[in-house]
């Protein structure tokens, strides 16, 4: 186990019944976590509990928003916001927010700031 100067109090909001109904924070920092697809798959059970959807049937969304982390107000109730994300081998257009070839001699590329996430219903 690493050292740590926060204790844990620092990491925990406090939540009452006026705020959101949403388990998560605001935005989500993706690439710090250990286990992103854990997160993910977190996101995805909730919703599937939430709306009583079979959990086999159920599927991640992600869009790519043009908001920047100080943009999102708060938590998501069905997804989440999630920033963090870096491409290889691309880029992120953010005018015409579409993938486009890279530029010469970059190799990576970051995301926009506001990345949505939400689990959707399969139809098939």
């Not at 599937?48 to 998501?76: C, F, M």
Request: aromatic share 8%.
């Amino acid at each position: 186990m690493h050292p740590t100067y926060h204790t844990k109090c620092a990491y925990v909001e406090p939540k009452s019944e006026s705020t959101s109904v949403s388990p998560w924070p605001k935005v989500v920092w993706l690439s710090g976590l250990f286990n992103p697809q854990s997160f993910l798959t977190a996101v995805m059970q909730t919703t599937a509990r939430r709306n009583d959807w079979p959990l086999d049937k159920t599927v991640v969304l992600t869009e790519v928003t043009k908001k920047s982390v100080d943009q999102i107000e708060g938590p998501s109730r069905d997804g989440a916001f999630i920033h963090g994300l870096t491409l290889e081998g691309c880029r992120w257009d953010e005018k015409a927010g579409v993938l486009e070839e890279s530029r010469p001699k970059e190799m990576f590329c970051t995301m926009p700031a506001g990345a949505y996430t939400r689990p959707l219903l399969s139809s098939t």
